[in-house]
């Protein structure tokens, strides 16, 4: 089995920043590419940041987010700054992940983390 476990996620003011780390642990042969997706109250999910071979990142966040990683550890990290009240969503991690028992790769998803932006 793959697990994908988020941390990080919690209440910050306008202008604040947050860290959020997604830790994938399990029977995994390789990882391909690790990522970050939001979904809002009413809206649906949307990409935030992915890493692999290249980065990528929604314009609303770009120059705001930065993604990175550690394969060593499995882990993937979305630094944020500057966080506006329109990012408070419900973050997701995912990852697309060849397990020890596929034949190809699987896309996974963690738990979710809420962020909420307030004053």
């Known amino acids: 089995q793959v697990q994908l476990v988020e941390s990080g996620g919690g209440l910050v003011q306008p202008g604040g920043s947050l860290r959020l780390s997604c830790a994938a642990s399990?029977?995994?042969?390789?990882?391909?590419?690790m990522g970050w997706y939001r979904q809002a109250p009413g809206n649906q999910r949307e990409l935030v940041a992915t890493?692999?071979?290249?980065?990528s990142y929604a314009d609303s966040v770009r120059g705001r987010f930065t993604i990175s990683g550690d394969n060593a550890r499995n882990t993937v990290y979305l630094q944020m700054n500057s966080l506006k009240p329109e990012d408070t969503a419900v973050y997701y991690c995912?990852?697309?992940?060849?397990?020890?028992?596929?034949?190809?790769?699987?896309?996974?998803w963690g738990q979710g983390t809420q962020i909420t932006v307030s004053s």
């Open positions: 995912t990852a697309l992940i060849k397990p020890l028992t596929s034949t190809r790769p699987i896309r996974y």
């Open positions: 399990g029977s995994i042969f390789s990882i391909n590419n």
């Open positions: 890493s692999g071979d290249s980065t």
